[in-house]
């Protein structure tokens, strides 16, 4: 399972002091990126074929709070099935390894130009990865 530790940052928070909602977003995306990036996908290849990864659901469940000034790690887990969407799962942990927070997404691929989900989001992130189990897929055979 892919992880990232993120700096909790004095413009993630409200006027309580808690870790403002679409900061754990932002957290989420920025995790979600690196694996990618971390995969070998770069984002450019990814907009050379016209396709672009696309949330269609997510939903965040608060456990516990942050602590501002601090740091969060931030796990990745992806999931396929048989359709146009995959599923990613990502846990929030404070350092002490409190799970504060988990993200669930349902996402897909975009063809750009179609402006339609593709099929199989598996078999293109398997097709530009290096390292495509840090995506939740089988490294390539053959």
């Not at 002091?17 to 990618?36: K, Q, S």
């Not at 929030?92 to 593709?118: E, N």
Request: net charge negative; hydrophobic share 35%; glycine share 10%.
């Amino acid at each position: 399972m892919f992880r990232v530790t993120i700096a909790v940052r004095a413009d993630d928070l409200d006027t309580n002091g808690h870790v403002r909602g679409p900061a754990y977003l932002a957290y989420a995306d920025h995790a979600r990126w690196v694996c990618v990036r971390e995969a070998g996908i770069d984002p450019a290849e990814l907009a050379a074929r016209r396709i672009g990864p696309v949330n269609l659901e997510t939903t965040v469940r608060f456990h516990r709070e942050l602590v501002p000034g601090s740091e969060v790690t931030v796990s990745c887990e992806f999931s396929y099935g048989d359709g146009k969407t995959s599923r990613v799962r990502q846990e929030f942990h404070a350092p002490d390894g409190t799970l504060v927070a988990t993200v669930s997404s349902v996402s897909g691929l975009l063809d750009l130009d179609r402006r339609r989900l593709l099929p199989g989001p598996g078999e293109y992130w398997r097709e530009l990865a290096t390292r495509p189990e840090l995506l939740g897929l089988d490294p390539k055979t053959g």
